[in-house]
């Protein structure tokens, strides 16, 4: 057989096998991925992290009884999922004339494309307990959202008294013992999921004013190399990143989260065992922007920490944030002391 025979026959099997494969895949889609069969393995997939790592409520400890799609829900293809959704819908309004040709996959229809608070709620905090955290309400402090003592009042006397570089903050709850345990569980006890309760809460309550400031990217605090090494995360970029996810994923609200911008150069001792006078000479020099000086600049953004006590902390990385052209800094945190 000459060489372009031969090349047309090597041509003609492979291609004819590459056509068997392909009808194969088809076939087996049809067969073992059926819409009735990916909800049954979704519903084993939920049951066994449900059985190995049970979600529990984060204040008294209790195992949630979660809902069927909780496990869809908290993925991030969740989202890419209702956008695609919603594409394909107002494609095939515009395309009424086409032929239906219904997906080999199907639909999962073991969740709601827009789930209701109450469905996402019960998957991160039992009622009893979520009902008890106190929000940040009444006379607070315009500036830094601090409860007031005197109704009359509209700052606190931090605020009244000393310089603030940022323009205004807000923070969800008081810091009492279930606000506290919380915080401390993700902070100190790797309780990484306690970061999707406290973004969510600030996600729903906050919204009105996050759209108000109109920022174009949260900031978390950053953590000193040494302590990110020690405890693996840092509990504030969970936070941001979080708050991102449901932003989008229930107002489809887009806020990206920069962790990379602020960094923190001195590893400086822990706040909370100093006193409020320490503590703002503590972290005078401790952030810098990284060599993307200036991408901020004649922009808003939003710092992202944990814990509001003195403000010293936000201050000085608003400071930092101001001197690298920042026009506007604002504050969210997941407690007020």
């Known amino acids: 057989m000459n060489r ?22 088809r076939f087996s889609q049809r067969t073992f991925f059926s819409p009735l069969f990916l909800a049954k393995l979704q519903t084993v997939k939920e049951h066994c992290l449900q059985l190995l790592f049970p979600r529990v409520c984060p204040v008294c400890g209790k195992i949630l009884k979660l809902p069927k799609g909780w496990a869809t829900l908290l993925s991030p293809e969740f989202t890419n999922r209702v956008y695609s959704a919603q594409c394909s819908k107002r494609t095939a309004e515009n395309r009424s004339f086409l032929p239906h040709r219904p997906s080999l996959s199907g639909p999962d229809t073991s969740l709601p494309l827009k789930p209701s608070l109450s469905y996402c709620r019960s998957i991160l905090i039992c009622p009893d307990c979520c009902s008890s955290l106190p929000l940040v309400e009444g006379p607070v402090c315009q500036k830094c959202s601090k409860p007031l003592i005197l109704q009359d009042d509209c700052f606190c006397e931090s605020c009244r008294n ?17 606000a506290r345990k919380i915080v401390y569980d993700l902070k100190f006890h790797n309780k ?67 962790s990379d911008y602020l960094l923190r150069t001195e590893n400086t001792k822990p706040q909370r065992i100093l006193d409020v006078s320490a503590r703002a000479q503590n972290v005078k020099k401790a952030f810098v922007v990284s060599t993307r000086n200036g991408q901020y600049a004649k922009r ?5 920490d944990d814990i509001y006590t003195s403000g010293a ?15 506007e800094v604002f504050f969210l945190t997941a407690t007020v002391v």
Request: proline share 3%; net charge positive.
């Open 192 to 258: 990484r999921d306690n970061a999707d309760l406290i973004a969510f809460e600030m996600a729903v309550q906050m919204k009105s004013i996050i759209s108000e400031w109109n920022a174009e990217v949260m900031l978390p605090v950053p953590l000193h190399k040494k302590r990110f090494r020690e405890r693996g995360f840092n509990q504030a970029q969970l936070i941001a990143e979080r708050i991102s996810f449901w932003l989008s994923k229930l107002f489809g609200i887009v806020l990206p989260v920069d």
């Open 300 to 304: 808003s953004v939003i710092l992202i």
């Open 162 to 178: 000393g310089t603030r570089y940022f323009k205004q903050g807000k923070s969800l709850w008081i810091h009492d013992d279930s």
């Open 4 to 25: 372009p025979r031969l090349g047309l026959f090597l041509f003609s099997c492979t291609e004819s096998h590459h056509m068997k494969r392909k009808s194969v895949h």
């Open 313 to 327: 902390t936000l201050n000085a990385c608003a400071k930092t944030l101001k001197e690298a052209g920042t026009e």
